[in-house]
């Protein structure tokens, strides 16, 4: 994946990743095939329990905004490049929104009823 993800964008100088990935030799191998730096999140040391990382969050965010879409809450593709086609048009989908979405408008609001109009403040 990060073979593919160097040759479509070359523009791509640093990947963060996981520390399970850095354990199978993924940093000095992107670095010396692919010229890419890999960074990974490191827990501490004197942590017990469940610890919010910098960065690994990004990831999780990225796959629940993925999983909005509905057909990928279930995998019901037989071949992997649905699939990854798939996550494609979610992906697509999610900056289409975005960069449609206007400027000077507040953001939208899920507490109000749908068609309520919320009086200007004074």
């Known amino acids: ?18 520390t399970a990935y850095a354990k199978n030799g993924l940093v000095p191998w992107a670095k010396k095939y692919l ?16 610890v919010v990382l910098p960065r690994r969050w990004v990831v999780e965010r990225s796959w629940s905004w993925i999983m909005r879409a ?28 975005r960069l449609s979405r206007r400027k000077n408008r507040p953001a939208e609001r899920r507490d109000v009823p749908h068609g309520y109009v919320m ?3 004074a």
Not at 5 to 18: C, F, G, N, R, S
Not at 35 to 50: H, L, M, N, Q, S
């Open 119 to 121: 009086p200007e403040a």
């Open 70 to 97: 509905r057909r990928h809450c279930r995998d019901y593709e037989r071949l992997p490049e649905m699939s990854e086609s798939l996550i494609t048009w979610a992906a697509i989908t999610l900056m289409t929104r």
């Open 35 to 50: 010229d890419i730096t890999t960074k990974t999140v490191r827990r501490p040391p004197e942590a017990k329990g469940f």
């Open 1 to 18: 994946m990060l073979f593919r993800l160097a040759l479509l964008h070359p523009e791509i100088a640093i990947v963060w990743a996981d």
